[in-house]
């Protein structure tokens, strides 16, 4: 099967699957790498509608079984989290994955722990890897071969934390669902 063939069958398993199971994701946004995602890729969001970002749970619970006791638990996660600043330091690779590294990561990795102990059934990535590495990825799969030196003058990039997006899935991509605020209050 040709390259071109493969693409195409992943894409509508991948149409098919979100029609009949949609996902949901928390994330971080993180705005203030979008001139650095802009400049490297030439676009401003994600393909699908997400954002710049640090996933804290993908995939998270499925987007039809979101109801309002789960969005209440979410908001208090994220109320008893204060705001907190980090910055973009360097750029990394995971296998077909380029990101930028979010220093400190321990408040992403506090938010995972977090959403972990609500619901003890999920991990971040579904358990595949044996590490949480939090990340603002700048590409996936072919560009990430990419030239990765427009990057490296934009860095550091100072970031603050302000949110938690509960985005879902569906045939047409993602949509935002909810955002709570980190207030540090709860």
Same mark, same amino acid.
């Not at 969005?71 to 907190?84: G, K, T």
């Not at 509960?166 to 980190?182: I, N, Q, V």
């Given at each position: ?16 699957? @979100?029609?009949?199971? #949609?996902? *949901?994701?928390?994330?971080? #946004? ?8 802009? =400049?490297? @890729?030439?676009?401003?969001? &994600? ?5 710049? /970002?640090?996933?804290?749970?993908? #995939?998270? &619970? ?12 979410? %908001? ?16 990394? @690779?995971?296998?077909?994955? &380029?990101?930028?590294? #979010? ?5 992403? %990795? ?24 939090? /990340? ?8 990430? /071969?990419?030239? =990765?030196?427009?990057?490296?003058? &934009? ?5 603050? %934390? ?12 993602? /949509? =935002?669902? *909810? ?8």
């Amino acid at each position: 099967m040709s390259r071109g063939a493969r693409t195409l069958t992943r894409n509508l398993m991948g149409a098919a699957i @979100r029609v009949v199971r #949609p996902a *949901s994701i928390l994330l971080v #946004p993180v705005p203030e790498a979008e001139t650095a995602l802009r =400049t490297w @890729r030439g676009e401003e969001m &994600l393909p699908g509608g997400v954002p710049a /970002h640090v996933t804290v749970m993908y #995939p998270f &619970l499925p987007a039809r079984a979101i109801d309002d006791r789960a969005e209440a638990q979410l %908001a208090r996660i994220a109320a008893s989290v204060p705001p907190f600043g980090f910055r973009l330091t360097e750029v990394g @690779r995971f296998p077909g994955v &380029l990101y930028l590294r #979010p220093v400190p990561g321990e408040p992403f %990795a506090d938010l995972v722990d977090l959403v972990m102990r609500q619901w003890p059934g999920y991990e971040p990535y579904e358990g595949r890897f044996a590490e949480f590495v939090p /990340h603002v990825t700048m590409a996936e799969d072919g560009s990430v /071969h990419g030239d =990765t030196e427009r990057l490296r003058p &934009l860095l550091p990039i100072a970031c603050q %934390a302000r949110e938690v997006t509960l985005m879902t899935e569906s045939a047409r991509g993602w /949509h =935002t669902r *909810s955002r709570f605020p980190l207030c540090g209050t709860a």
